[in-house]
C-alpha cells in the first residue's frame, strides 16, 4: 500500500493484504503536500510530463507525493474529496474508477475529467445494514455535492445483494479497505481520502506501477472473468493505449 506526502496509511490502520508490484508501505520524508523534484522539473505540455511513468522507479518515499501530484490535477476530484471530508461517512475512501482514470489521463496527457463517468465513495458502516441506512447517507451526499457525480456505497451490506446480481456469494466485508482488495481489477484497487486534518491518505494494496504504466490487471478474488472483462472492454475503448491482461485461465 502507499502512504502519502503527508503520512502513511496501512489501508485504514489495520495489516494490508497481499502486496502486488509497487505496493510499498513508505512514510515521505517530505514535508505535507511536497513534490517529487522531478515532477516539478520535467514540464511538458503543460502538464509534467507525458508518456508513460515508471513510479516502481522513483525512491519509495517519493510514490505517494506523485500520486498525490496527479490526482490534483483534477479539480473536480479534489472537489469531491473536500466536501467527502465534511460528510465524513464512517471508513470512507473516493476509491475505483475516477481515481486510477485520472491517472491514465495524466500519463496520456488527456484532459483530467475524460471519461470519468462518476466519482464512487464508498463508506463501511454495519450498524445498519438496512436499504434505508444506505439512502439516507445517499441522500445526504446528494445535497453535500451537488451538481457533482457521486455515487455511494455502504460497503458494508454488499454481501446482501452481490450474488444475486453477479452470481457469486459475496462474503461480508470487514472494512472498506477489504473492498477495495476485491476490486474486478488490481490496478483499479486505489482509494484516497482526507483526513479531518486536510492530510491525503491513499490506499493502494497492490500498488500504482501499473496504473501508471497504463497495465490492466484482473483480480479473481471475488468478481468473474465476465466482470472483468466487461470494465476492460469500456476502459480500453476509452483508453486504447491501455494493455489488458487476460483473465487467469485456473480462476
Keep these: 500500500m502507499l502512504g502519502t506526502a503527508n503520512e502513511t496509511t496501512r489501508g485504514g490502520d489495520r495489516p494490508g493484504p497481499r502486496r502486488g508490484p509497487g505496493a510499498v508501505p513508505a512514510r515521505s520524508r517530505r514535508g505535507p503536500g511536497a513534490v517529487p523534484a522531478w515532477f516539478r522539473r520535467g514540464s511538458v505540455g503543460g502538464g509534467w510530463y507525458t508518456g508513460r511513468v515508471r513510479i516502481s522507479r522513483l525512491p519509495l518515499d517519493e510514490q505517494p507525493a506523485a500520486v498525490r501530484a496527479v490526482l490534483e490535477t483534477n479539480p473536480s476530484l479534489v472537489r469531491v474529496l ?10 470512507w ?37 438496512s436499504w434505508e441506512a444506505e439512502d439516507r ?23 446482501l445483494w452481490y450474488e444475486s446480481r453477479f452470481g457469486v456469494p459475496c462474503p461480508p466485508y470487514e472494512g472498506s479497505e477489504d473492498a477495495i482488495d476485491s476490486f474486478p481489477s488490481t490496478t483499479g484497487a486505489v482509494g484516497v481520502r482526507l483526513t479531518p486534518s486536510g492530510a491525503w491518505r491513499i490506499y493502494a494494496p497492490y500498488g500504482v506501477a501499473d496504473a501508471f504504466n497504463l ?3 484482473p483480480n479473481p478474488r471475488l468478481a468473474t472473468r465476465e466482470v472483468y472483462e466487461a470494465k476492460a472492454a469500456r476502459w480500453s475503448a476509452a483508453w486504447p493505449e491501455l494493455t489488458v491482461l487476460p483473465w487467469p485461465w485456473r480462476s
Design 93 to 129: 475512501w473516493l476509491a475505483a474508477g475516477a481515481v486510477v482514470q485520472t491517472i491514465w489521463n495524466h500519463v496520456t496527457g488527456r484532459p483530467p475529467g475524460y471519461g470519468l463517468k462518476d466519482y464512487d465513495l464508498i463508506y463501511y458502516d454495519p450498524s445498519d445494514l
Design 137 to 159: 447517507a445517499i441522500r445526504a451526499g446528494r445535497e453535500t455535492f451537488g451538481d457533482l457525480p457521486v455515487e455511494i456505497r455502504n460497503e458494508a451490506r454488499v454481501h
Design 215 to 217: 497495465v490492466l490487471r
Design 82 to 91: 473536500g466536501l467527502a471530508r465534511g460528510l465524513d461517512l464512517p471508513g
